[in-house]
């Protein structure tokens, strides 16, 4: 693994909107995809990357990128929900990326079968997909209240790979925004990536927008190394870097002093 060999290297990015931050972001991959058009890219699903898919679009439209040349990778989907649910997380990739993208060839895109009889040969394959892709070259990520990253909630082990999760009820809670504000209606399991696939990737973007995500990525970004926080992983990667919005550094001033550089190095 690339973290055992190279030091870890925790960037940060504060912008004063959501919309600023996704435009940095979005930056940051075209950089990559000038060096490397066909480079794997690992997405996220949830409110916060939303503005990212639109700048990335705006960008494809504009010819500044070429958005079907990439594959694709998804974090993770819900356990048990259709495809064709408004709410499945291949639902939200196609409404809010891959049917912006035309002539994109579907057999770029890799997302976790939820409804797969077999949980664990499918998550198994994914790794196997991944891997026979030459590993993710850019993942982003989002941050969940609790510190998960993906589906990952606190208490995975940094080891684990691709699996099936149960979701907690902060995790559920927090989602049931999407399903009529109705926590039953939440699916209580998820397949996802696990940290070592995450850790893998040869650079991570992290998104944080909003006072909701202000005490987790603070922890991630200063506090211990722990499974109690799964985002804290991410401090021994080589190539991190913590896009955040003002409402999400804003609680703490410590934060703002910890990221008042806008390449400040974190170790
Ligand atoms: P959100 O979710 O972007 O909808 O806040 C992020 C996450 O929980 O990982």
Do not use: W
Request: a negative charge; aromatic letters at 8%; charged letters at 25%.
């Amino acid at each position: 693994m690339a973290t055992e060999k190279t030091k870890p290297n925790l960037r940060a990015s504060i912008s004063f909107t959501p919309e600023q931050m996704a435009k940095k972001a979005a930056q940051e991959i075209k950089t990559l995809l000038e060096k490397n058009p066909y480079a794997v890219l690992g997405l996220a699903t949830g409110s916060t990357p939303i503005p990212l898919y639109e700048e990335l679009i705006r960008m494809h439209k504009a010819h500044e990128i070429d958005l079907t040349k990439p594959t694709y990778f998804n974090l993770d989907e819900y356990v048990g929900l259709p495809v064709e649910h408004p709410e499945s997380y291949h639902s939200y990739m196609d409404k809010h990326f891959f049917n912006h993208i035309p002539g994109l060839n579907r057999l770029k895109v890799n997302i976790l079968d939820g409804n797969a009889p077999d949980k664990e040969a499918e998550c198994r394959h994914f790794e196997e997909k991944i891997d026979a892709a030459g590993g993710i070259d850019l993942q982003i990520l989002g941050i969940g209240e609790n510190g998960h990253i993906g589906f990952s909630e606190p208490g995975t082990p940094f080891t684990e790979r691709t699996h099936l999760v149960e979701l907690t009820e902060s995790t559920r809670q927090a989602n049931s925004r999407f399903f009529d504000g109705k926590i039953e209606r939440v699916p209580t399991h998820a397949l996802t990536m696990g940290l070592a696939t995450i850790m893998d990737a040869r650079k991570v973007i992290l998104l944080a927008s909003g006072p909701k995500k202000a005490e987790s990525t603070y922890k991630a970004a200063s506090g211990e190394v722990t499974e109690d926080l799964p985002a804290s992983t991410l401090r021994n990667h080589p190539d991190v870097t913590f896009y955040v919005d003002r409402r999400a550094a804003s609680h703490y001033p410590e934060y703002v002093k910890l990221f008042s550089s806008p390449e400040a190095v974190l170790r």
